[in-house]
């Protein structure tokens, strides 16, 4: 069974302050791993994956994530937040087979960024 | 290009109706998934259909069933609603393609409340 912890329910951060939102997975095989972003009253939005290559994956809004298959960890991370990426955080993780196309979710994590 | 839409926003059934949710994917994808978030937890994932068929499924009851139509669009039925299904319904389209790397595309939801 694949599964994902976000271990964090909040982040707190200083705008224009670095932030990591933290992700650990459980797959059999290589992952695929996705980053999802939801705001109040919406739908989740894609913010990127990883599904091999570079360990580093750039994604939308200067948003980034780093994959370490030793650590079966793939945190979010943003050099300079911003009070506009306040929002509710999910890591998602698909398994290359067996797992079909679904998508085993965390609970999410809160990054709240203030002045 | 329209991306995924689902209908209605907003529901309030009491318990033991039945209701049905209803998604057009992403123009071009032809294949639709539903998750279930209930308040203050990741997506959970009911299931995934696939040229009108069931595809795979997750841990849900019988009273959950879906339908998808030639056009691609699908609906989700819940029979002898439960004050426990209260909770926001997410439809995902995406391309089947086999395990796809695509990332699924979310719609905004429909929020089910039940008396």
């Known amino acids: 069974a694949q599964s994902v912890a976000q271990p964090e329910d909040q982040v707190n951060v200083a705008e224009g302050n670095p932030l990591t939102v933290k992700c650990t997975y459980s797959?059999?095989?290589?992952?695929?791993l996705f980053w999802y972003v939801q705001y109040p009253n919406r739908g989740l939005q894609f913010l990127l994956k990883y599904i091999t290559g570079d360990n580093l994956v750039k994604g939308s809004y200067g948003f980034e994530a780093e994959f370490n298959k030793s650590q079966t960890s793939f945190h979010l991370k943003k050099p300079s937040a911003l009070v506009s990426d306040s929002a509710l955080y999910f890591c998602?993780?698909?398994?290359?087979?067996?797992?079909?196309?679904?998508?085993?979710f965390g609970t999410g994590t809160q990054l709240k960024v203030e002045l | 290009d329209a991306g995924v839409t689902q209908s209605p926003t907003h529901l309030i059934k009491t318990r033991g109706q039945q209701v049905t949710l209803r998604c057009s994917p992403k123009s071009g994808h032809d294949t639709v998934s539903w998750y279930q978030q209930a308040l203050g937890q990741g997506p959970q994932f009911i299931f995934q259909y696939y040229e009108e068929e069931e595809r795979q499924r997750g841990n849900f009851p019988d009273r959950f069933s879906g339908h998808q139509f030639p056009n691609y669009s699908s609906e989700l039925n819940v029979n002898a609603l439960l004050l426990g299904d209260s909770a926001l319904y997410l439809c995902?389209?995406?391309?089947?393609?086999?395990?796809?790397?695509?990332?699924?595309?979310f719609g905004d939801g429909t929020r089910l409340s039940i008396l």
């Open positions: 995902a389209s995406s391309l089947w393609e086999g395990y796809s790397n695509q990332p699924q595309h």
């Open positions: 998602a993780v698909r398994g290359p087979t067996g797992g079909g196309n679904k998508l085993t």
């Open positions: 797959v059999s095989g290589n992952p695929y």
